[in-house]
Nanobody
Framework: VQLQASGGGLVQAGGSLRLSCVAS????????MGWFRQAPGKEREFVAG????????YYADSVKGRFTISRDNVENTVYLQMNSLKSEDTAVYYC????????????????WGQGTQVTVSS
């Protein structure tokens, strides 16, 4: 699976962005998808995930109620709608894909996109 993330940019605090991640190569609909982020000097952290079969979603506490993950299995795309952005959301955001059970652990994901920068100015 090849993943291509896009949609990052510079936004003021309180604003919104929508990230997209297009998958190609294998059956996208069979993969659980996740978004992770890494801020400068910090470890990579889980942001949101969505399962392939039940299409259930789960989030990090820090983004719950502000971010929404969704997927379109026809367009082979997963989205991350980010609202009420805060300066602490500034990071490079990565999409990732995995088979098997849902997970918040980055090392359990098999495929990764190249990342897209999100910068929130206060």
């Amino acid at each position: 699976v090849q993943l291509q993330a896009s949609g990052g940019g510079l936004v003021q605090a309180g604003g919104s962005l929508r990230l997209s991640c297009v998958a190609s190569g294998r059956t996208f609909s069979s993969y659980d998808m996740g978004w992770f982020r890494q801020a400068p000097g910090k470890e990579r952290e889980f942001v949101a995930g969505i399962t392939w079969f039940t299409v259930s979603t789960y989030y990090a506490d820090s983004v719950k109620g502000r971010f929404t993950i969704s997927r379109d299995n026809v367009e082979n795309t997963v989205y991350l709608q980010m609202n009420s952005l805060k300066s602490e959301d500034t990071a490079v955001y990565y999409c990732a894909a995995k088979l098997g059970t849902r997970s918040r652990v980055g090392d359990s994901y098999e495929y990764w996109g190249q990342g897209t920068q999100v910068t929130v100015s206060s």
